[in-house]
């Protein structure tokens, strides 16, 4: 089975400029989840899908992040403008059904460097 | 809230040592908890997990109890080796449709 495909691996942007990262999920997972690790902490989640719609989005900073997840099954999570403190690792995650009991898959994830 | 805190690192031990990674938990109510476990370049993996007091999860050597009376889930391994350096996360969820809230990590480095 084919795991849970991110990238760019890597990036690099001047504070104020947009990014954007893709995600492909398992094949049949239903739920996508992206968190964000910054150095030094465990991940933070910043949005769940179920399919196509958003659960929870709680914890995502509006302003500047947007994310969607078209036709239920590629994810992409943009920063616009970045900040400094958008530098972490975005990591994305499947499960064939909500929550934890269904099992996390994650992705290597993205490293983004703000500079 | 609900959450999690781990031992802070990094825990360097030599090869052949005992492993202890100290988790506790807050929760409103009785989470599942787990261990996930980040080697270098990779994405995080599952290790091991509980999902009611006393339960005990075990993996690839590993081992850890869910301590209700203590608020714990700490991770054990008799026997450490190179290949387990990594980064540990402990995590929980408060019900089986609520995504995952992690620790920290704890940076474990094994010498030989």
């Known amino acids: 089975e084919a795991g849970v495909a991110q990238s760019p691996r890597y990036k690099i942007i001047e504070k104020r400029q947009s990014v954007a990262f893709w995600c492909n999920p398992i094949?049949?997972?239903?739920?996508l989840y992206w968190y964000q690790q910054i150095l030094g902490q465990g991940p933070k989640l910043l949005i769940q899908?179920?399919?196509?719609?958003?659960?929870?989005d709680s914890q995502l900073p509006k302003d500047r992040f947007s994310a969607e997840r078209l036709k239920g099954v590629d994810s992409t999570l943009k920063i616009q403008p970045a900040k400094l403190e958008d530098s972490a690792v975005y990591l994305c995650?499947?499960?064939?059904?909500?929550?934890?009991?269904?099992?996390?898959?994650f992705g290597s994830g993205t490293r983004l460097t703000v500079v | 809230g609900d959450s999690v805190t781990q031992m802070e690192g990094p825990v360097t031990l030599s090869e052949e040592a005992f492993l202890t990674i100290n988790c506790t938990y807050t929760?409103?109510?009785?989470?599942?908890l787990f261990w996930y476990v980040q080697y270098p370049g990779e994405g995080l993996q599952l290790l091991l997990k509980?999902?009611?007091?006393?339960d005990k999860g075990s993996n690839k050597g590993f081992e850890a109890t869910y301590r209700k009376e203590t608020t714990s889930f700490h991770l054990e391994k008799g026997s450490v080796q190179v290949s387990d350096s990594a980064v540990y996360f402990c995590?929980?969820?408060?019900?089986?449709?609520?995504?995952?809230?992690f620790g920290k990590g704890t940076r474990l480095s094994v010498i030989a």
């Open positions: 509980a999902t009611k007091a006393d």
């Open positions: 929760a409103t109510g009785y989470p599942s």
């Open positions: 995650a499947s499960s064939s059904g909500p929550g934890a009991r269904y099992g996390y898959t």
């Open positions: 995590a929980q969820t408060v019900s089986g449709n609520t995504p995952l809230v």
């Open positions: 899908f179920q399919n196509n719609g958003v659960v929870d």
């Open positions: 094949s049949g997972h239903a739920t």
